[in-house]
């Protein structure tokens, strides 16, 4: 009879890593095949496995591959109904047979055969596992997580910190995706990981955005629901577990606290510093641009008027003698010198704050009596400047409490490793501007440097508000450009959004480091994910919150892994108040 | 010895021989043994039988010889067969095969013979008849499918199985082994007997007959239907059994009341299989599994093809 018997011993499959066969009914290729399980054994989705080929004249090949789908069916069984007689009857002869399907993505040596038939199929372990998920052709393998066999996932830090590549994106439903806490997961592990990140690892700066509710104060917080399972797994990943070692709050002044200034958190006042710009720093930044953020404003002349005032208030403003902040604008012409004080003129007015800033203004652009200054309005037309105008009012009224005369109270991103700005409070223009005058200011840094260290990590959640994929505005142009040029400035972008495709795809394009959450099932058949298996994109709109798809240029296929419960707070109920520190003795 | 060669056409060309009439016999019948006066039909009981093999065989002819002789060409054919059993085993609810046995053999006419040159993997048997009748050489094929078959279930049914046989049964041990006919080509009931097939139902039979008296293998033997269907003619559904009457007259009935009893469960839908019921479930299965392990026959034909080539360059 027709016996086709691998010609192998059978004794030796005893205690090995076997799972099976590749499937001899249909053909193998490249790209994929399939193997029928031993009746003892399983495979599971993304597990990893190897086969090992007889090439002709080339010697042995290994062949990797990852797990996308599994799948059993009663053999002999012709007739749905067949079921029956099989499971229930018995009088069917009928045998279930299971089998799985590989996704490869690896050959070595790199000889791209496809597996044969009836090839023995093995879990990959330890050195073979290594290979199936190129961690040692990675630079610098960072664990991001644990697959679904317990063991490390790694990504390669040359992809993130800009040697190869730079940037991640991380998309997902909001509330099950835990974007964010996939994000400060991955950010604890680069700062707790020196030994792999190297020299970046020196003065590393992270600036993280808390955008809804207060989530990201309690980073430096014990978590009292932390336990030892999630320690385990922490310790897997080689970082001792604790909250983040160092770092600084700072939120928005209260509206209402009249000369005080109080930062606008609800949960937790101590240790958060409230943060403002004084008039100088305001026009000496050019921060008016990020006044004009939304994506409708580009469309008429307003960035010109805009880009106007911005140059003539910085001519213009002079420092008031006994007045920390404030300013007085006086024509050039008068000759004060630059960083020069003066005592202001009897009348003459004073600018504390936004609302005085944008009433002078106003005196240039749109006087109530006489010609608008045509120095100051670049001779466009009425309407444009009553636009600007409005725009200037509505903005004084909505974030008008963040710029204040005084001692100054800037952000200082020196002050600790990571650096938290609550700006859940603000309304969407105020979001956009501090946003805005943060990334500018990083931004500028590192260009003045021309250095790649140290590095500087931005958090950003819902970066589709800040640069969508329709409109323009200064805050999306100057996203872009750190997603371009950031790479070798050592500016990286984390950047998280419900959906990708609604992202200026600019950004997207160059996060090497691609990350999804569950998904909405419309949104992942979307090409911007297709970057994921069609199998994983199907298995997308069913992870579970811990659970991430990472794809990462070093690896042809994306991969799923789970990240562990932080130690650190996340809600003021979470904070661990007792003394008793349950991470000694770990 | 002359030149081998392997013929062209499709090898069951122009054999249109039905092998198994010559099994058939119609000679006397006592149809008094169990019920001596008027039919009527007998409701089947099941015994719990724990554990029925049903054995059977599938053949095809893989292709036509001509061996080249001084004296004229020697027809030949050469064809593989398959026999083996379903184990249905009741108590565990599941059905198993068991002793698949794959054979291939040649048979050449005329009192010549010549062996097949062996492939790696298909290897040929070779015996000769002194006929040259082509439909001889398939008759000779289908005989010893016919033993390997028979053999099988004596050594089931020696070892404690209850053996259910697709077709005539033709020793006499005195084992649990029932002969299962589907066709009804010889008549062994009187025109006034026949008349009972109308009420015979689903799960029952009629008295036990006996046949073959005077032959070598005198049988009891019995009809029963499988499945009652409301638009069939009385005969419809309907099988013939039997077994050897080297068991006693009481082991016959025990045996021939389970089978009405227990035989329904496994006939097969009419929509599932053409020759429904009579076409029982497992040994429909076996017949497929069977035709599968006698390998694929383009496959086959074409290594005894380049095997035969083969050897006459090296000869």
Not at chain 1, 192 to 213: Q, S, T
Not at chain 1, 375 to 398: D, E, I, N, Y
């Amino acid at each position: 009879m027709t016996d086709n018997r691998a010609n192998e011993p059978a004794a030796a499959e005893a205690d090995d890593n076997g799972v099976g066969r590749v499937l001899g009914t249909e053909h193998t290729s490249t790209r994929e095949f399939r193997v029928v399980l031993d009746e003892a054994e399983y495979l599971q989705l993304d597990d990893l496995v190897v086969v090992r080929t007889q090439v002709p004249k080339q010697g042995e090949v290994h062949t990797y591959g990852i797990v996308t789908e599994v799948a059993a069916i009663y053999e002999g069984a012709n007739f749905e109904s067949d079921t029956h007689r099989i499971a229930v009857e018995g009088t069917l002869p009928g045998a279930k047979v299971r089998s799985a399907e590989i996704a490869i993505t690896r050959v070595d040596p790199e000889l791209w055969v496809s597996p044969d038939p009836g090839g023995k199929v093995e879990r990959a372990k330890g050195a073979e596992r290594d290979k199936a998920l190129y961690v040692d052709e990675m630079g610098r393998p960072l664990p991001i997580g644990l697959g679904r066999d317990g063991e490390p996932v790694y990504a390669d830090l040359d992809f993130f910190d800009g040697r190869k590549g730079g940037h991640m994106s991380i998309s997902g439903i909001s509330g099950v995706a835990t974007k964010t806490s996939f994000a400060l997961f991955f950010l604890r592990l680069l700062s707790a990981r020196p030994d792999v990140l190297g020299e970046g690892a020196a003065n590393l700066r992270i600036l993280v955005f808390n955008v809804k509710g207060e989530d990201l104060l309690w980073l430096d917080k014990k978590n009292r629901y932390f336990d030892r399972a999630a320690t385990d797994s922490w310790q897997q990943l080689g970082v001792a577990p604790g909250p983040f070692p160092s770092v600084s709050f700072w939120a928005p002044p209260r509206t209402q606290s009249g000369d005080a200034v109080i930062p606008d958190t609800g949960g937790r006042q101590e240790g958060v510093a409230a943060f403002t710009w004084t008039p100088r720093e305001f026009i000496e930044d050019g921060l008016l641009r990020f006044l004009f953020t939304d994506a409708t404003d580009s469309r008429n002349q307003i960035p010109f008027i805009e880009e106007r005032v911005r140059a003539q208030l910085q001519r213009f403003a002079v420092d008031v003698e006994g007045r920390p902040g404030a300013v007085v604008l006086r024509d050039p012409i008068e000759g004060h010198a630059p960083g020069s004080s003066v005592v202001p003129n009897p009348g003459e007015r004073i600018i504390g704050d936004l609302k005085s800033l944008v009433t002078a203004v106003e005196e240039f652009v749109d006087p109530e009596d006489g010609e608008p200054d045509q120095k100051w309005t670049g001779r466009v037309q009425a309407g444009t400047v009553s636009a600007f105008v409005r725009r200037l009012h509505s903005a004084s009224h909505r974030l008008g409490h963040l710029v204040r005369a005084g001692e100054s109270r800037q952000i200082d991103r020196r002050a600790a490793q990571v650096t938290v700005v609550a700006i859940q409070t603000l309304h969407d223009l105020g979001q956009r501007f501090v946003v805005g005058a943060l990334l500018a200011e990083t931004f500028a840094e590192k260009e003045q440097t021309g250095q790649r260290l140290p590095l500087s990590v931005i958090v950003l959640d819902e970066l589709n508000k800040y640069a969508p994929r329709e409109g323009n505005s200064p805050l999306k142009e100057m996203l872009i450009d750190i997603a371009q040029r950031g790479r070798s400035l050592g500016v990286l972008l984390v950047g998280a959004q419900q959906s990708a495709s609604r992202v200026a795809s600019e950004v997207m394009e160059n996060a090497a480091i691609r990350v999804a959450g569950r998904l909405d099932a419309a949104e992942a058949e979307r090409s911007e994910y297709g970057w994921m298996l069609p199998s994983t994109r199907a298995r997308a709109r069913l992870l579970k919150p811990g659970t991430m798809v990472v794809s990462q240029p070093a690896l042809p296929v994306p991969l799923v892994l789970e990240f562990p419960f932080p130690p650190w707070a996340t809600r003021k109920e979470e904070v661990d108040t007792s003394d008793v520190d349950p991470f000694s003795g770990l | 010895m002359g030149q081998l060669h392997v013929e062209g056409w499709a090898p069951e060309y122009g054999s249109p021989y039905e092998t198994d009439e010559a099994l058939a016999d119609s000679g006397k019948v006592d149809d008094t043994i169990e019920v001596d006066g008027p039919w009527s039909p007998i409701r089947g009981v099941d015994d719990g039988v724990g554990q029925i093999a049903f054995v059977d065989g599938v053949r095809r002819i893989d292709a036509r010889l001509t061996l080249d002789e001084a004296d004229g060409p020697v027809p030949g054919i050469c064809g593989s067969y398959g026999v083996g059993a379903v184990v249905w085993d009741r108590d565990a609810v599941r059905s198993d095969f068991a002793d698949l046995l794959v054979d291939r053999l040649a048979v050449f006419g005329n009192g010549c013979g010549a062996p097949i040159p062996p492939d790696t993997q298909i290897v040929y048997r070779s015996e000769s008849i002194p006929e040259t009748d082509p439909g001889m050489l398939i008759q000779r094929f289908h005989g010893a499918m016919r033993k390997a078959e028979a053999r099988l279930s004596e050594k089931l049914a020696q070892g404690g199985q209850f053996v259910v046989a697709d077709g005539p049964i033709n020793d006499l041990s005195a084992t649990e082994k029932v002969g299962y006919i589907k066709t009804h080509r010889a008549p062994y009931l009187s025109q006034e007997k026949s008349a009972i097939m109308g009420r015979v139902r689903a799960g029952e039979r009629t008295p036990l007959f006996l046949i073959g008296q005077g032959g070598a293998y005198p049988r009891y033997s019995w009809y029963q239907r499988l499945v009652d269907s409301a638009d069939g003619h009385s005969w419809s559904g309907v099988v013939r059994c039997e077994v050897s009457s080297a068991l006693t007259l009481e082991h016959a009935q025990r045996i021939a009341n389970r089978m009405a009893a227990v035989l329904q469960l496994v006939g097969s839908e009419a929509h599932i299989d053409p020759r429904a019921p009579q076409n029982l479930v497992p040994i429909a299965a076996l017949e497929r599994e069977l035709r599968r392990r006698l390998g694929d026959p383009a496959f086959v034909y074409r290594a005894l093809r380049s095997a035969v080539a083969g050897a006459a360059v090296e000869a």
